[in-house]
């Protein structure tokens, strides 16, 4: 399996201008620039794709973890917050990554949620190529 990130720019860093895509097009031409992505105007951003990338990896490997200890969740709800800023080097720098998660799992005690939720955390494939701590609250819905 290959995924494909596209993206197209126009200009110098600061005043131009792009599109982010991915291959199957469930994300198509989302324009992004500098001010989108560090200044919080309208657009998009990479940062935003490796979020949501995250939250869904999270989801997978949150429900994988349930299914070895024989519990299916009903629902899992998860958001990932990314902050952009910059390194001590002055460079953009990814700064952290929080999960926050919900999840509704039928007959599933607090202790055996929270090491599943753990282990997605620091195991889902994206976190894994992370190289930061990753916050996370996750929550068992009764």
């Given at each position: 399996?290959?995924?494909t990130g596209l993206s197209n720019w126009k200009g110098?860093?600061?005043?131009?201008?792009?599109?982010?895509?991915?291959?199957t097009d469930?994300?198509?031409?989302?324009?992004?620039?500098?001010?989108?992505?560090?200044?919080?105007?309208?657009?998009?951003?990479?940062e935003e794709l490796l979020a949501t990338a995250q939250a869904g990896c999270f989801n997978q490997a949150l429900a994988n973890n349930f299914g070895m200890i024989g519990f299916e969740a009903e629902s899992i709800k998860t958001s990932v917050e990314v902050e952009l800023g910059y390194g001590d080097d002055g460079h953009p720098a990814i700064k952290s990554s929080f999960v926050t998660c919900e999840a509704r799992v039928p007959g599933i005690s607090q202790e055996r949620f929270d090491y599943c939720a753990e282990r997605a955390r620091t195991t889902c494939t994206i976190a894994v190529i992370l190289k930061l701590d990753i916050g996370m609250k996750a929550t068992l819905v009764a």
């Open positions: 399996m290959k995924a110098n860093w600061k005043q131009g201008s792009g599109t982010l895509s991915t291959g469930m994300f198509k031409d989302k324009p992004y620039s500098f001010s989108s992505r560090f200044e919080g105007t309208p657009g998009g951003s990479p």
